[in-house]
């Protein structure tokens, strides 16, 4: 179970709440392109911390820049309450576990895990109990003698984790750890990742551009685009309450309805679309760590309903804040959903997902209605 964390936005004192990583206002350039801009925000102790977005977005950059591969071009990267802009990667309290996983082919599982331990010079007991505390943590100890070779992917990627382990460091980064495994693999390893980093308690930050790997493991998650932060929260308010249009079309399946405010009060907004569908939508949208404020008379706005928010029915239904007309264009079967697209009169094409314990309507080009209520969707200024 996730735990639960103050919200960004809330003072506290840094004794009460420890703060393992910080990132003030960082900045990373090459050859004056910008790839991080202005970045800045906290990682509690024993959180685990998701950088999410696509490709090219900064999110590898932030993450090397943290684990000292990089250093910052500005602004100020703090572990631990000290400062580590000039100190190498080797001296940070850090362990990185790489995609590829970086494992020596040359040498056991064993030796693999103890190799960090051993350039350190440390005591060969020590290193002994370590390495076997470290393959106790991953469930590798019968495989201690085996080669990288000879074991699996997601064995592969457990050494990787035991390798990490071992040096006990603060923070553990994971830099796309599951993305070379196969889909069923990635699933199990994604349950063991979230066991392990319950029973250990480190602080774990992990780049990915999978939604559902970050939705599923992190206590909170910072979405990138373009070199910038465009929203921190929970997976819950991530999902449920994107604060931009690009946080709410790239988590997870959304239908997005462009238009201006026409009335608003303490409650409501009344929203005319460009295509001139008029939607009814809840106004405030209070979260654990935001409250919004009211929008404006004639804001322009993207109004973002998911999927599984909208009713599907051959009849009018009564009572919704939000009912159109439309027909069945396409029907797809997904095993546990349905999923179905309807072309309203307006023209928008609106995506419907609907678990299939629900009646299924199997006929295309039938004329059906969707519906929603206020509090199903959200207002986001552009």
């Not at 984790?161 to 796309?176: H, I, S, W, Y």
């Not at 999902?239 to 409650?267: K, Q």
């Amino acid at each position: 179970m996730a735990q639960t964390f103050i919200p960004e936005n809330h003072q506290t004192d840094k004794g009460s709440i420890p703060l393992d990583v910080e990132l003030k206002q960082v900045y990373k350039v090459y050859n004056g392109e910008t790839a991080v801009s202005g970045v800045n925000f906290s990682i509690r102790k024993g959180e685990f911390f998701s950088i999410l977005g696509p490709s090219g977005c900064g999110k590898t950059t932030t993450l090397r820049l943290i684990a000292g591969f990089e250093m910052p071009s500005a602004g100020e990267i703090v572990i631990k309450n000290v400062t580590m802009n000039e100190i190498p990667p080797y001296r940070r309290p850090v362990n990185t576990v790489f995609q590829s996983y970086a494992l020596f082919n040359h040498l056991t599982v064993e030796e693999n895990i103890a190799f960090g331990l051993n350039i350190k010079k440390m005591p060969k007991l020590e290193v002994k109990q370590r390495v076997q505390q470290a393959l106790m943590n991953v469930q590798m100890e019968s495989y201690a003698k085996r080669f990288p070779s000879q074991l699996s992917g997601g064995q592969q990627q457990r050494v990787a984790l035991a390798r990490a382990l071992v040096n006990q460091p603060t923070v553990v980064l994971l830099d796309e750890p599951l993305g070379a495994l196969d889909l069923k693999l990635r699933k199990e390893m994604q349950v063991e990742l979230s066991k392990l980093h319950q029973e250990l308690g480190l602080t774990f930050v992990m780049v990915t551009h999978d939604q559902e790997e970050a939705l599923s493991l992190s206590d909170r998650i910072a979405v990138m685009q373009g070199g910038k932060i465009e929203q921190i929260g929970t997976p819950n308010e991530i999902y449920e309450y994107p604060r931009t249009p690009f946080v709410a079309d790239f988590i997870g399946d959304t239908n997005l309805f462009e238009g201006h405010i026409e009335e608003n009060d303490e409650n409501y907004y009344k929203i005319k679309t460009t295509k001139s569908l008029n939607l009814t939508v809840k106004a405030h949208q209070k979260t654990e760590s935001h409250q919004s404020s009211l929008l404006s008379l004639s804001t322009s706005v993207v109004v973002s309903v998911r999927p599984e928010k909208i009713k599907l029915s051959l009849e009018q239904p009564l009572d919704q804040d939000n009912c159109f007309q439309g027909r069945l264009g396409h029907i797809m079967f997904l095993g546990t959903h349905t999923s179905y697209v309807v072309e309203l009169k307006s023209g928008d094409l609106v995506t419907v997902m609907q678990p299939n314990t629900i009646t299924k309507i199997t006929s295309t080009n039938s004329s059906v209605w969707l519906s929603w209520s206020a509090s199903d969707c959200i207002a986001i200024e552009q």
